[in-house]
């Protein structure tokens, strides 16, 4: 998904070239049919000519995109279809180099599965700044240049490059830029306004600040709250991401309770330990209470039931209208909608968006809650993409089917941060635990399996909304069904 505000790019760098990633090889049978293996795995591409398999080997080291980006011969239509299922599969990388031989100046490596490198027009006259969600860090021996809004990152390896880009924290016009101008930079520029990690300015009167940047959602944001969002969901970066227990063989395990502190105890179960009679509804609840990823789609949830679980939940209850207190006058007027669960600041900023599989009396689909009139919406999505929001579910739990009913707790990130300031974004999440118990304790009411999910897939969100990641995108994911037999 593009930046906003970007002009539409109009052609491909000369001096780009597509390239396998590291550990990754093209192989063809006797038929032509081309797979690329990449350790243990295997991903089929279709059949090649002779031509374009003898072309395709080339990718080992680069082949320059402009070389088949017209389409004009069959051998370039074939190979251009084979790149762009390698760049699906996140396989490909583009280097940018003075020559084929020459040492890279940089690579690009794509974060989201439609990054295709293009080049805006560009002007000396023009004048560009760094984005201020762009940043430069080290990864292992590397330089990398990246930013959350940007669909790929860049690896640098010429110094010249990293040391003015440092000269772009302030608007500067691009014929200024002598080393980026003598090391292919007009290129470089180009590719980073593409990505958003730069941007153009008013010559006149744009100073590089948050107005600037030519999205009114995006000065609600700050750097760390943005970064964490996009980095810690799926959909906008390339980075392995849930249960991989990556420390494994170099950490052990923490202790499920934590070692005792040393001190006399004070013990406590003699004045808590209830009578098993006396045991309250909201107490046996959170007994009952665990995460169910097996369902039995014989007997799929109801409308009634999911009416109940989120009228139980998140139905609005009577809205309220006030005014924050301010030292200067402005008008900080805001309105309530408060609901069954507490809210940072009576934000009240999270959404429900069910993606519907299995539930007697409602017709497969994608849904909004609309949480004021207690009615669902539907909303008109692609089947592929409501099927792989329901398979992503499905391996993030582990479990041998998808959900019946996956809720998406999505966030109108803008009613947090417009009144908190650095703690925006870990405010919402901690309102996310709290709606997740509270559908934990109701679906266990209401007699129904649940189980919460941690992964979400915002760009996946963003296509089938229509609503880019940073105006309103998912923070949690809740699966319900009925409840296997044992």
């Known amino acids: 998904m593009r930046a906003q505000g970007i002009t539409k790019p109009s052609k491909i760098p000369a001096n780009v070239f597509a390239r396998l990633v590291r550990r990754v090889t093209l192989k063809a049978d006797t038929n032509g049919t081309v797979a690329a293996h990449l350790d243990d795995h295997a991903v089929s591409l279709g059949r090649l000519s002779a031509a374009a398999a003898n072309l395709a080997a080339g990718l080992h080291k680069g082949l320059p995109l402009r070389s088949f980006a017209s389409g004009s011969r069959k051998t370039d239509r074939e190979i251009a279809s084979l790149v762009r299922q390698l760049a699906r599969h996140g396989l490909l990388e583009y280097r940018l180099a003075r020559s084929p031989k020459a040492n890279d100046l940089f690579v690009i490596e794509p974060q989201v599965p439609d990054y295709w490198p293009r080049m805006p027009a560009l002007r000396g006259t023009d004048v560009v700044v760094l984005s201020r969600f762009a940043y430069l860090r080290r990864r292992g021996n590397e330089m990398v240049l990246e930013s959350p809004r940007a669909g790929a990152l860049f690896r640098i390896y010429d110094p010249k490059v990293a040391t003015a880009l440092l000269l772009l924290a302030r608007p500067r016009k691009i014929g200024q830029l002598k080393a980026l101008n003598a090391s292919s930079g007009m290129e470089l520029l180009g590719l980073l306004v593409d990505c958003g990690i730069l941007f153009k300015i008013d010559a006149s009167g744009g100073a590089g600040l948050r107005p600037d940047e030519g999205d009114a959602d995006l000065v609600l944001w700050d750097f760390h709250d943005l970064l964490f969002h996009a980095r810690s969901t799926q959909g906008r970066h390339a980075n392995l991401l849930g249960g991989i227990f990556p ?130 919406v539907p909303i008109t999505v692609p089947a592929n993409q409501l099927g792989a929001l329901m398979h992503e579910a499905r391996n993030a739990m582990a479990a041998p089917a998808p959900p019946q009913i996956l809720i998406m707790i999505a966030a109108r990130f803008g009613r947090v941060s417009r009144k908190y300031s650095s703690i925006a974004y870990a405010l919402i999440l901690k309102d996310v635990g709290v709606l997740t118990q509270t559908l934990y304790l109701t679906a266990a009411e209401v007699g129904l399996g649940a189980c919460a999910i941690g992964p979400t897939h915002i760009d996946l969100f963003a296509k089938m909304t229509g609503i880019e990641f940073h105006v309103e995108g998912p923070v949690g994911a809740f699966a319900i069904g009925r409840k296997a037999e044992a």
């Open 247 to 376: 420390y494994a063989d170099f950490i052990p395990p923490l202790p499920a309770a934590r070692p005792r502190w040393p001190g006399k105890k004070i013990d406590l179960r003699k004045f808590s330990a209830p009578k098993a009679r006396s045991i309250s509804p909201l107490q046996r609840l959170l007994r009952e209470r665990h995460s169910t990823r097996h369902f039995d789609d014989r007997r799929p949830v109801t409308i009634r039931e999911l009416a109940l679980l989120l009228d139980g939940t998140a139905h609005v209850v009577p809205k309220l209208k006030g005014k924050l207190p301010s030292a200067d006058g402005r008008d900080l007027s805001v309105a309530h909608a408060t609901r069954l669960y507490p809210s940072a600041g009576g934000s009240y900023e999270l959404e429900l968006y069910l993606a519907v599989d299995k539930c007697e009396g409602l017709p497969r689909g994608f849904y909004h809650y609309d949480a004021g009139a207690h009615a669902l």
